[in-house]
């Protein structure tokens, strides 16, 4: 297995290649600089000139992408254009809201989505799998930034039980308050993302367990006598989280990728909406390191489900 995930790391390599060859160049090709504007509107357009020699803008795209790669060897991914100050300090300073953020919402949406989809399955065709059912097939229908912006309006408007922007008070001090206050923060997001989140998790866990109920094993393990919930604890929940398991890693990192639509309506400040906000300013060096990442976070993600799979299902080996 570690002979396997070696040489899935290394066939990586020039994946990775290709990818910020590709992610260089689309940055490359966006209209417009990173100094119109920024400066002062009324900037000397020979001044903005200027600034685009200093910097290397002018410079052949495969000169610009070595030097580009070089510092990247050397840990520097550049200066931001925007916020004036290194590209990894700006990135890392965001991660961690951006961690918190995935951590809370896979934490909710794995505890909401196991019981619910194991729930409807085992009472299929009551009133509780009914209930379900209706309530993946309306969210699945609506937008996601639909149910953000309904969520934010509801809980954070008009009742204002949760804040509506940021990531921390200004206010917190000591790390036990600290802790409270970007919990709090995180905390209705989280809930929404792990709302939309549960859908696909629910709707396949409980076809699992339905198809499971009627396999032959379940069939012996009840003419033995086996109690129903051991049945459904050691036989049917196993073998129904094998789909689940296959999915796992996607979504692990697809909640990092996926923050932007949240932290751009929560106005909090993670990868996300730092994304965003760089493709405003045509932030080069921010959007070339931000999608570089989230490409290697999706090709991890696909060596994860692979192992997470070998782990839920003793009998699959990745070859």
């Known amino acids: 297995m570690w002979k396997t995930i070696l040489r899935r790391i290394l066939i990586m390599i020039p994946e990775v290649i290709i990818l910020s060859i590709l992610v260089f160049l ?185 198809d499971a109920k009627r396999s032959d094993y379940v069939r012996t393990a009840r003419a033995k006598g086996v109690p129903s919930k051991d049945i459904y604890r050691h036989h049917i929940f196993r073998n129904s989280l094998l789909p689940i398991a296959a999915f796992a890693g996607y979504s692990i990192t697809g909640l990092l990728n996926g923050s932007i639509f949240t932290e751009t309506v929560f106005s909090y400040p993670g990868m996300g909406l730092l994304f965003v906000n760089s493709i405003s300013y045509r932030d080069y060096t921010v959007i070339t390191a931000l999608v570089l990442i989230y490409g290697i976070l999706n090709l991890l993600g696909t060596l994860l489900s692979d192992i997470i799979l070998s782990v839920v299902d003793p009998r699959i080996r990745i070859e």
């Open 26 to 210: 689309l940055a490359k090709a966006m209209p417009g600089d990173p100094f119109t504007g920024s400066i002062n509107p009324k900037s000397d357009p020979a001044q903005i000139k200027h600034l685009m020699k200093i910097n290397g803008l002018y410079d052949p795209w495969y000169q610009q992408y070595w030097n580009w790669v070089v510092h990247l060897f050397h840990g520097n991914l550049g200066n931001s254009y925007q916020y004036q100050e290194p590209v990894t300090r700006l990135i890392g300073g965001r991660a961690q809201n951006t961690l918190w953020l995935a951590l809370f919402t896979m934490i909710l949406t794995y505890a909401l989505a196991l019981p619910m989809g194991v729930f409807a399955g085992r009472h299929e065709g009551k009133i509780p799998d009914t209930v379900i059912r209706v309530y993946t097939y309306v969210t699945y229908c609506i937008p996601f930034f639909v149910i953000l912006v309904i969520g934010i309006w509801i809980f954070g408007y008009v009742l204002g039980w949760f804040p509506t922007t940021g990531s921390i008070s200004s206010e917190a001090s000591g790390w036990l308050h600290t802790l409270g206050s970007r919990f709090y923060h995180v905390l209705l997001p989280a809930i929404l993302g792990a709302l939309f989140g549960t859908v696909n998790i629910v709707q396949y866990l409980r076809s699992e367990v339905i």
